[in-house]
């Protein structure tokens, strides 16, 4: 499975961006798809992700200003975010969780979210 991912950038604060994630190859078992970030000297944490039945999940810290969707048909997940925080700054890196044995775990390139005044 490659992922990869776009639409990163700088805003001001309250601005909002939209992030996508294209996804290709075996995309069998594929149970969810997602976004994570991570800064300098933190671990990576999870975002947002959508599972294969639609069901979406949010970091508290996100809820209700950031949304995650997805088109099956182009394979492709996106991340909505508006009211953009100065602490949402990090790197946003696609995820995607695949079942099987072994459970694999995709991880997209990452793209740089900046919110500064």
């Known amino acids: 499975v490659q992922l990869q991912a776009s639409g990163g950038g700088s805003v001001r604060p309250g601005g909002s961006l939209k992030l996508s994630c294209t996804a290709s190859g075996n995309l069998g078992n594929i149970y969810s798809m997602g976004w994570y970030r991570q800064v300098p000297g933190k671990l990576r944490e999870v975002v947002a992700f959508i599972t294969n039945d639609g069901s979406t999940n949010y970091v508290d810290a996100v809820k209700g200003r950031f949304a995650i969707s997805r088109d099956s048909a182009q394979n492709t997940v996106y991340l909505q975010m508006t009211s953009l925080k100065p602490e949402d700054t990090a790197v946003y890196y696609c995820?995607?969780?695949?079942?099987?044995?072994?459970?694999?775990?995709?991880w997209g390139q990452g793209t740089q979210v900046t919110v500064s005044s």
């Open positions: 995820n995607a969780y695949q079942l099987g044995s072994p459970t694999m775990y995709y």
